[in-house]
């Protein structure tokens, strides 16, 4: 079959998948596919789990709004997480849906919320960001669902990073007019290290921040061009950039 089914329906579910194994659809999952989508019995429908590959099921319907689904065959085998850290200073709750959907599009394996000197809210609802993050990875045919660690302050958060985790923190204030020769001269495009993106605030980094992230080693400050981005779409670009230049889309 071609390398990504675009036309059958995909779910994550959280029961472990084999051949045979019978999936008992929520109620909600049940009206998505029966009703909005309009699919039948022995109509197939993609699964996934984050843990065993991606399986082809078939549906089996017990009534107008009750349906299981028949595990068939494995399709892909289960790979491991990009090995992508993405940090962000937390954002009001539509936002943040968005970032997180979009740092899953853009291959991130584990996704980390941070929290410095000027962000404005510090609660985060790691069940919410779970959600969103299952959803970008439904829709994009993602088989890794990102690591989500609890929110942590920015000085532990550098502190738990691996000396050898190149941190990419992109700063207005940063005095590079080229990123992509900045990447490349931080690291060999050859043979990069592992990587770590960092976005805060929409008001910046304070001094003292800047001063403890220039002092880490295996750190390069980023500015992204002459214009001010919101920090949702400034995740989108910083991301971009660096799988192009150092990630897995070079």
Known sequence: MAHYDFTAPRLFVEPDLREGTVLPLERAQANYLLNVLRRGPDDPVLVFNGRDGEWRTRIAQNGRKSAELIVVERLRPQPGRADLHYLFAPLKTARL????????????????????????????????????????????????????????????????????????????????????????????????????????????????????????????ALSLGPRILRADTAAVVALALVQSVLGDTR
Not at 100 to 123: D, L, S
Not at 124 to 130: A, E, K, V
Not at 184 to 201: F, H, K, N, S, T
């Open 97 to 220: 849906d968005y970032l997180a959907q979009k740092a899953v599009e853009m291959g991130a394996g584990t996704i980390r919320p941070v929290f410095t000197r000027y962000t404005q809210g510090e609660r985060i609802n790691l069940d919410r960001l779970r959600a969103n993050a299952i959803e970008a990875a439904e829709q994009c045919g993602i088989l890794a669902i990102p690591d989500l660690p609890e929110a942590v302050r920015l000085p532990v958060a550098l502190a738990e990073l691996d000396p050898a985790r190149l941190l990419v923190f992109c700063d207005e204030d940063a005095p590079v007019a080229d990123p992509v020769a900045a990447l490349r001269e931080a690291a060999d495009p050859a043979a990069p290290p592992p990587l770590a993106v960092l976005i805060g605030p929409e008001g910046g980094f304070s001094p003292e921040e800047r001063d403890m992230m220039a002092a880490r080693p295996n750190t390069v």
